[in-house]
């Protein structure tokens, strides 16, 4: 019998991922993970925005007096300007708009940095890689083969496509009965109070994120998922938020933002989050009106007052639910006489026509060039940069003003621009992305028990403080990378690496790594760590990552691999290569 392999001691491991995973302030990434002070739970879970020097110093200050802030002012763009750490190069390349994708991706241009070593021109195959890693939560194989095939053009036209069947996303879906469910099959399913509807819609999001081949469709519902949120759980939701994820977000991801802001206005779970059931014609609860002008609309930078708030709080009060659950305008709790918001007024002397008259300033505010650009933004933060070209966002806006508020039109247009295949390098992944697209560049099998294995990522997720529609705030998750940086994450996400790596969770266990990911006969080490690093990070490892690797198994990278002992070690080297800071590139 042969000896079992002997490990390799904590100090190699140590010294191999540190060696493997670099530092992350190198070119277009713009973050040293490691180097941040301070946990997840401080960095992410408070309510409050850092200092920005120069403008309003709190968000009540804004609140107040709205013309304190900055064009750009809101909670992910004081995130980056209170950043301290060096900023990455300035993209290069055009800024215009292209008559189709593929021609504008020949039109991209790369800067010095971590993914790349000197200017030029953008490669097919870097053009490639960049748009898998924006418009999916992380390329399986199969994506990879389809794009090649396909090229940039079809692909992504078969992805903007609104009508796209999605099976094995509906099978992920599926694997939990009450994602998704109405009121009134939530409360015959459960007890009264309970958070499983709520949790199940968490996991079978995150089973369409790592299962469904509409992957762009899955990253716009997460954009606006976050954009008019709803925490899920949350105490007010047990019974109306599953179905709030369905019937408004996915429903209207690919539609009209009027369309979805005014089902979102219409929705209890909404209505519960924000309080405006609570409103009575006396006592009108400011939530929603404030949040509405502040995060779903026009932004604090619009120059809307307090008593545009107030106004806008009373046009939308009278907006509830009946005790069966379901959305129920109550006349009698409508606040009347006259509102102005802006440019928009109205007599508002009819608490019978409240309803109609709300949604008039629903579409007023989805129509307004305010609105454009805070759309806009949060699409080009999302897709291009933490830092987004404002002449990129102000295009977007007129796309979306021309077309009525319709999202697609907006997105084509995007992809369209220079400006997002400049980008290479610009995004890091968040815990959500890495964790997913750390199980789908592993491939993971869908079976009769990855439904226990999905609720152990979520538990997962949530310990990295991004489980799917659970962020606490009505503002959503933040999505810049200075949000995220803390030592204590990037060590848990490591640590996931190696858990899928080897199937570590329930419901995901597997015997062996996929064949193309373990080594061949006949080859060196260095064979098999360039071939690990175009399936797993679109290249092959740099010099010092492929030292520290050889460093790592015992052995020079010119020395035929020893496929028993790495068979056992294979999971390991695997792991380290998803440490990589090209991985962690978004």
């Given at each position: 019998m042969e000896p079992v392999p002997t490990p390799p001691s904590p100090v190699v491991r140590r010294a191999a991922i540190g060696a493997v995973a670099g530092v992350l302030a190198a070119g277009g990434l713009g973050v040293e993970l490691l180097s941040r002070r301070g946990s997840l739970s401080e960095r992410v879970t408070a309510t409050g925005v850092p200092h920005r020097s120069g403008t309003a110093a709190s968000r009540s200050a804004v609140a107040e007096r709205p013309g304190l802030a900055a064009q750009e002012d809101d909670r992910d763009s004081s995130y980056v300007a209170g950043d301290q750490r060096p900023k990455p190069p300035a993209q290069t390349g055009s800024t215009r708009d292209y008559a189709g994708y593929a021609?504008?991706?020949?039109?991209?241009?790369?800067?010095?940095?971590?993914?790349?070593?000197?200017?030029?021109?953008?490669?097919?195959?870097?053009?490639?890689?960049?748009?898998?890693?924006?418009?999916?939560?992380?390329?399986?194989?199969?994506?990879?083969?389809?794009?090649?095939?396909?090229?940039?053009?079809r692909w992504l036209a078969a992805q903007l496509s609104?009508?796209?069947?999605?099976?094995?996303?509906?099978?992920?879906?599926?694997?939990?009965?009450?994602?998704?469910?109405?009121?009134?099959?939530?409360?015959?399913?459960?007890?009264?109070?309970?958070?499983?509807?709520?949790?199940?819609?968490?996991?079978?999001?995150?089973?369409?994120?790592?299962?469904?081949?509409?992957?762009?469709?899955?990253?716009?519902?997460?954009?606006?998922?976050?954009?008019?949120?709803?925490?899920?759980?949350?105490?007010?939701?047990?019974?109306?938020?599953?179905?709030?994820?369905?019937?408004v977000i996915r429903k209207h991801a690919f539609g009209r933002y009027a369309d979805m802001l005014k089902a979102a206005m219409r929705?209890?779970?909404?209505?519960?989050?924000?309080?405006?059931?609570?409103?009575?014609?006396?006592?009108?609860?400011?939530?929603?009106?404030?949040?509405?002008?502040?995060?779903?609309?026009?932004?604090?930078?619009?120059?809307?007052?307090?008593?545009?708030?107030?106004?806008?709080?009373?046009?939308?009060?009278?907006?509830?639910?009946?005790?069966?659950?379901?959305?129920?305008?109550?006349?009698?709790?409508?606040?009347t006489g006259r509102v102005k918001v802006l440019d928009w007024s109205a007599a508002n002397t009819s608490a019978k026509g409240g309803l109609a008259l709300g949604d008039k300033y629903l579409d007023y505010l989805a129509k307004h060039p305010a609105t454009a650009k805070t759309i806009a933004r949060k699409l080009v933060v999302r897709f291009v940069d933490d830092v987004p070209p404002p002449e990129l966002v102000a295009r977007l806006a007129q796309v979306y003003l021309k077309?009525?508020?319709?999202?697609?039109?907006?997105?084509?247009?995007?992809?369209?621009?220079?400006?997002?295949?400049?980008?290479?390098?610009?995004?890091?992944?968040?815990?959500?992305?890495?964790?997913?697209?750390?199980?789908?560049?592993l491939d993971l099998p869908f079976g009769p028990t990855t439904g226990k294995g999905l609720e152990a990522m979520y538990w997962q997720l949530n310990n990295l403080g991004h489980a799917p529609l659970a962020w606490?705030?009505?503002?959503?998750?933040?999505?810049?990378?200075?949000?995220?940086?803390?030592?204590?994450?990037?060590?848990?996400?490591?640590?996931?690496?190696?858990?899928?790596?080897?199937?570590?969770?329930?419901?995901?266990?597997?015997?062996?790594?996929?064949?193309?990911?373990?080594?061949?006969?006949?080859?060196?080490?260095?064979?098999?760590?360039?071939?690990?690093?175009?399936?797993?990070?679109?290249?092959?490892?740099?010099?010092?990552?492929r030292t520290a690797l050889?460093?790592?198994?015992?052995?020079?990278?010119?020395?035929?691999?020893?496929?028993?002992?790495m068979d056992w070690q294979a999971g390991h080297v695997v792991a380290l290569v998803l440490d990589s800071p090209q991985f962690l590139a978004r």
């Amino acid at each position: 019998m042969e000896p079992v392999p002997t490990p390799p001691s904590p100090v190699v491991r140590r010294a191999a991922i540190g060696a493997v995973a670099g530092v992350l302030a190198a070119g277009g990434l713009g973050v040293e993970l490691l180097s941040r002070r301070g946990s997840l739970s401080e960095r992410v879970t408070a309510t409050g925005v850092p200092h920005r020097s120069g403008t309003a110093a709190s968000r009540s200050a804004v609140a107040e007096r709205p013309g304190l802030a900055a064009q750009e002012d809101d909670r992910d763009s004081s995130y980056v300007a209170g950043d301290q750490r060096p900023k990455p190069p300035a993209q290069t390349g055009s800024t215009r708009d292209y008559a189709g994708y593929a021609e504008a991706a020949k039109a991209g241009r790369v800067v010095p940095g971590l993914l790349v070593d000197k200017a030029g021109p953008l490669t097919t195959a870097q053009a490639q890689r960049h748009l898998l890693n924006r418009v999916t939560f992380g390329p399986r194989p199969s994506d990879v083969e389809s794009l090649a095939k396909l090229g940039i053009d079809r692909w992504l036209a078969a992805q903007l496509s609104p009508t796209a069947a999605d099976p094995s996303g509906d099978q992920a879906w599926r694997a939990f009965k009450l994602a998704g469910a109405d009121v009134g099959t939530v409360r015959r399913s459960i007890g009264q109070y309970s958070w499983d509807a709520m949790f199940q819609t968490g996991f079978a999001t995150l089973g369409r994120q790592v299962f469904g081949r509409r992957q762009l469709f899955e990253v716009v519902v997460d954009v606006f998922a976050n954009h008019l949120h709803v925490a899920t759980p949350s105490d007010r939701g047990w019974d109306v938020a599953p179905h709030y994820a369905a019937a408004v977000i996915r429903k209207h991801a690919f539609g009209r933002y009027a369309d979805m802001l005014k089902a979102a206005m219409r929705h209890p779970a909404m209505l519960h989050f924000l309080d405006n059931d609570t409103s009575t014609r006396e006592s009108v609860n400011e939530n929603l009106g404030r949040e509405l002008l502040e995060l779903h609309t026009v932004g604090v930078s619009s120059g809307y007052t307090e008593q545009d708030m107030r106004s806008s709080a009373y046009v939308l009060s009278g907006r509830g639910s009946n005790d069966d659950g379901e959305f129920d305008y109550k006349p009698e709790r409508h606040r009347t006489g006259r509102v102005k918001v802006l440019d928009w007024s109205a007599a508002n002397t009819s608490a019978k026509g409240g309803l109609a008259l709300g949604d008039k300033y629903l579409d007023y505010l989805a129509k307004h060039p305010a609105t454009a650009k805070t759309i806009a933004r949060k699409l080009v933060v999302r897709f291009v940069d933490d830092v987004p070209p404002p002449e990129l966002v102000a295009r977007l806006a007129q796309v979306y003003l021309k077309n009525n508020t319709a999202i697609l039109p907006v997105l084509t247009a995007l992809f369209r621009s220079g400006e997002f295949w400049n980008s290479l390098g610009r995004k890091t992944k968040r815990p959500l992305e890495d964790v997913v697209g750390t199980a789908r560049a592993l491939d993971l099998p869908f079976g009769p028990t990855t439904g226990k294995g999905l609720e152990a990522m979520y538990w997962q997720l949530n310990n990295l403080g991004h489980a799917p529609l659970a962020w606490p705030s009505p503002n959503g998750y933040p999505d810049v990378a200075p949000a995220w940086s803390s030592a204590g994450q990037m060590l848990e996400r490591w640590s996931s690496h190696r858990a899928l790596s080897y199937g570590w969770w329930d419901g995901l266990k597997r015997e062996k790594l996929p064949a193309d990911l373990r080594p061949k006969s006949g080859d060196t080490y260095r064979d098999w760590f360039d071939r690990l690093g175009l399936r797993l990070i679109g290249q092959r490892p740099n010099a010092r990552q492929r030292t520290a690797l050889a460093t790592f198994v015992g052995a020079k990278t010119t020395s035929r691999v020893d496929r028993g002992r790495m068979d056992w070690q294979a999971g390991h080297v695997v792991a380290l290569v998803l440490d990589s800071p090209q991985f962690l590139a978004r």
